[in-house]
């Protein structure tokens, strides 16, 4: 009838805004005077002094204020301030390439033989999974609490350990270009549900990113390259089987090398990128100089 097919019918409707969604302030707003910063509001302006970390300094004295969102923490019932600052993009370096390889067991594998283990994070996620499906079970509001609270501590961890890894590799003097999987599409390839359960929680893409603006605050850059066979193909004879590879083992039949299976991984992932660099030069080379001669010779 009428009053069912209203009902069923989904209605576009304007998202509403939280009482404590953040306040955003821009040059117009607000002013930065060293420590001091003051903001419009209803009747006179406030004025805050902020506890500007050490780390900080640098940004302080030499970016631009530009921005500032004030947002309200109703779990910690305080006010915070977040500054954003913006500075000219960094002058592209020269260095040496380097190809990474993200797994399940390792964090990251490079090319040049660093191991960042993945132990803690299953060690972690583990405890975390095992004490969730308790509180499930018992689906008490205390439980429900804990849950949540136990969400965002598995997500913190998970945050700095990214934090922590993608720093180290962007911090590395000689090297300028990273070289990644393009694995945007590896959660929709069905590996089996306990394969498929560690995928769902590995936040490599949260790895990319901090990556990504690591290395482009220091004048590198990260590029992505297709993940096709990375991890069935010889680095040395680039002969490809899947048989190759058993677990953490890699070993050719054709050419017998045999290494780490990451570490081989890593460096088709670095190989594969100075290809299709080598290809994409030769190809535009071909564009700005096309080769005239047999028309020519009629």
């Known amino acids: 009838n009428a009053l069912e097919a ?18 955003r302030y821009d040059k117009r707003t607000m002013t930065l005077r060293g420590k001091q910063l003051t903001l419009s509001c209803i009747g006179k302006r406030v004025r805050l002094i ?10 302080f004295e030499t970016w631009d204020f530009c921005a500032a969102t004030v ?11 977040r500054l954003v600052f913006e500075t000219t993009d960094p002058v592209q370096v020269d260095g040496k390439t380097q190809g990474i390889d993200r797994g399940l067991y390792h964090q990251a594998v490079t090319s040049d033989g660093q191991f960042f283990s993945s132990d803690k994070i299953r060690e972690v996620q583990r405890r975390y999974l095992y004490n969730r499906r308790r509180l499930q079970q018992k689906g008490t509001r205390s439980a429900k609490r804990r849950l949540k609270a136990m969400s965002g501590r598995e997500k913190r961890f998970m945050r700095d350990t990214n934090h922590c890894v993608s720093k180290k590799l962007a911090n590395q003097p000689d090297i300028t270009v990273f070289v990644l999987e393009d ?47 990375t991890s069935q193909k010889c680095n040395i004879c680039k ?17 017998g090398h045999k290494t780490h ?18 290809q994409g030069t030769q190809e535009q080379g ?13």
């Open 261 to 278: 299976a990451d570490l081989n991984a890593a460096r088709n992932i670095r190989d594969d990128y100075f290809l299709s660099s080598t």
């Open 50 to 59: 902020l506890d500007v970390p050490e780390y900080f300094r640098e940004v």
């Open 286 to 298: 071909s564009v700005n100089n096309p080769d005239v001669s047999t028309s020519l010779s009629g």
């Open 6 to 23: 209203v009902k069923a019918t989904k209605f576009k409707r304007t998202p509403r805004k939280k009482p404590t969604s953040g306040l």
């Open 183 to 229: 694995l945007s599409s590896i959660r929709t390839q069905n590996r089996g549900k306990k394969v498929n359960k560690w995928l769902s929680s590995w936040p490599f893409y949260q790895q990319e990113q901090f990556l990504t603006y690591k290395a482009a605050a220091l004048g590198k850059k990260v590029v992505n390259v297709a993940p096709s066979y």
């Open 71 to 81: 947002t309200y923490t109703k779990h910690t019932k305080q006010f915070w301030v």
């Open 239 to 255: 002969h490809i089987k899947k048989t190759f590879r058993h677990k953490s083992r890699f070993h050719c039949k054709d050419c």
